[in-house]
């Protein structure tokens, strides 16, 4: 009897759109280190449409790292490594570089200030020279929330924890440069959402 694998309806909806600009910058070969795979819906989905690239899903919560592994088993993809146990916050991370990317998608916005800090921290160790750093999600833009949905969702997210919240763009953009990356790359998404690219800079 096929097991019942948990699905984000999110996740359903945004990762054609965001499968779209990955293809657009990421290179033909290399690995791919997705922090917080969740319901593993995203990294199969990409992994399936690049399949000369290596994917290293990861979870922090053991009750999702073992529905992830199940979505992994369940798709057969040999280009899906299995998943890691990484928390951010934990130094060093469980993988080897350099990498070709790190994505995040849907994070830091759920995720105390301090795990944004130690996501870039990480992705600056562990990045090839030129490798992306590419987070997803809502973001102010100067001070402002782009739209009144996103207004009432930084409220909620307040509301369960004063340390989560929708995150500025340029406070984002300013610590990313800090850690020896470039401007990002913005390209705006269905729903509201960003898509932020941050490239390694030599010597960075």
């Known amino acids: ?19 779209e600009v990955l293809q657009g910058i990421l290179p033909e070969t290399g690995s791919v280190l997705e922090i917080a795979s969740g319901t593993g819906q995203h ?24 529905d992830l592994a199940a979505r992994i088993a369940a798709a057969r993809l040999p280009n899906v490594r299995a998943p890691l146990v990484l928390d951010a916050l934990e130094e060093p991370w469980p993988v080897a570089g350099p990498l070709a990317a790190v994505l995040a998608i849907n994070l830091i916005h759920i995720a105390p200030w301090p795990v944004t800090t130690a996501l870039v921290r990480g992705a600056a160790r562990v990045l090839g020279r030129w490798g992306v ?10 001070g402002r929330h782009t739209a009144p949905s996103n207004e009432n969702f930084d409220a909620n997210l307040r509301g369960q924890d004063a340390s989560y919240g929708v995150r500025d763009l340029e406070a984002v953009a300013a610590l990313a440069a800090e850690h020896g990356f470039s401007a990002p790359i913005v390209t705006r998404m269905p729903s509201n959402n960003l898509t932020l690219v941050f490239r390694r800079l030599p010597g960075g």
Request: charged fraction near 20%; hydrophobic fraction near 40%.
């Open 1 to 19: 009897m096929a097991v019942e694998l948990p699905v984000s309806p999110s996740a359903e909806r945004n990762k054609g759109p965001i499968l």
């Open 133 to 142: 750093l590419v987070l997803y999600g809502p973001y102010r833009e100067q």
């Open 43 to 66: 990294v199969v989905h990409f992994a399936a449409a690049c399949p000369t690239l290596s994917w290293q899903p990861s979870e922090r919560d053991p009750v999702r790292l073992a």
